[in-house]
């Protein structure tokens, strides 16, 4: 029998992007021959995962693991919105949460160097994620996650698969629970004002400014007064404020009861919220769209400019 080296292994996934064990099993049953190996991956696999890496993943799920006050939220990307009911796509996205509780990696790297084994691939979790995208046919990817364990309690919730919440607290379970689901309806940037980002802040108020402007030019065209600089001011900033409060956790009005804001049910029930992390699926991710009529023009233009 032919002797399999790590070396042998490496330069067929490098050339099919495999997981390493189907490297290794391919090779073995070709008895070392490289081209024979290549072609039962490609009998098996296709060319799918190397294809496949090079696609947009903006649909998914986002799953949670906890235990005690030690937890994890991890976003997980496909494709489409069908794969993200795969029974072996969800097994991947949970056990991945809970080998982040678990094991603290550093980033998602880190994330696939840690054992496991699904479906047949192995023997880590970036090798069964690669066994995968050739099964199933999808890219899919590890893209954020964060791990929990400051000591505090946390309280998770999950609407649906495509929004997650984490918040890190002290007091009232039932409290921190409604807060989650707060925060996943109205989903504030901040816990306060005082923590908005200064970008966010910064935006808010040139947007404001901008509609200032507007404002004062449409006041010229009709031959109106137009207001001071000191009540252009006063207005900005009013709006800055009110955009503020909309933003911030503690400001913003309890959605289970609109006489409170959340930070006057927390104190009623003697509850402080230390931290939330809100994870919104694809958030952030552009979308690529299909342009049927512009591939065509695209592709008539190019024929013309060929004759």
């Known amino acids: 029998m032919a002797t399999i080296t790590a070396s042998m292994v490496a330069e067929l996934r490098g050339k099919t992007d495999a997981p390493m064990m189907e490297c290794k099993r391919a090779l073995t049953e070709a008895e070392g021959n490289m081209e024979k190996a290549e072609e039962l991956l490609r009998v098996k696999l296709g060319s799918k995962a190397g294809k496949a890496a090079a696609r947009i993943t903006a649909e998914g799920v986002v799953v949670s693991s906890s235990e005690g006050n030690v937890g994890a939220l991890l976003e ?46 192995g023997p880590t979790l970036e090798d069964v994620r690669k066994g995968l995208i050739g099964k199933i ?100 900033e009013g709006g800055v404020q009110k955009y503020l409060k909309e933003v911030s956790l503690f400001n913003q009005t309890f959605v289970k009861n609109d ?21 919104v699926v694809g958030e952030g991710i552009e979308k690529k769209v299909d342009d049927f009529a512009a591939e065509v023009a695209a592709q008539v233009a190019a024929a013309k400019t060929a004759a």
């Open 137 to 236: 046919g999808e890219n899919m990817t590890f893209r954020r996650f964060k791990r929990f364990d400051t000591g505090a309690q946390i309280a998770t919730y999950l609407h649906g698969t495509r929004i997650g919440v984490v918040v890190e607290f002290e007091g009232d379970d039932v409290a921190a629970k409604d807060v989650a689901m707060h925060v996943a309806a109205m989903k504030p940037v901040a816990l306060s004002s005082a923590e908005v980002p200064a970008e966010l802040v910064a935006r808010e108020r040139s947007v404001a400014a901008a509609k200032a402007a507007e404002d004062a030019a449409v006041a010229t065209a009709a031959g109106k007064p137009v207001q001071s600089a000191e009540i252009v001011t006063k207005r900005i």
């Open 259 to 279: 006489k409170q804001t959340v930070e006057q049910m927390l104190k009623a029930v003697n509850t402080t919220v230390k931290g939330f992390t809100l994870y």
């Open 76 to 121: 997980v990307n496909c494709e489409t919105d069908f794969v993200t009911k795969n029974d072996s796509f969800l097994a991947l996205a949970n056990a991945a949460a809970a080998l982040i509780a678990k094991h603290n990696p550093a980033d998602v790297a880190a994330l696939g160097e840690l054992a496991y084994e699904q479906d047949g691939f």
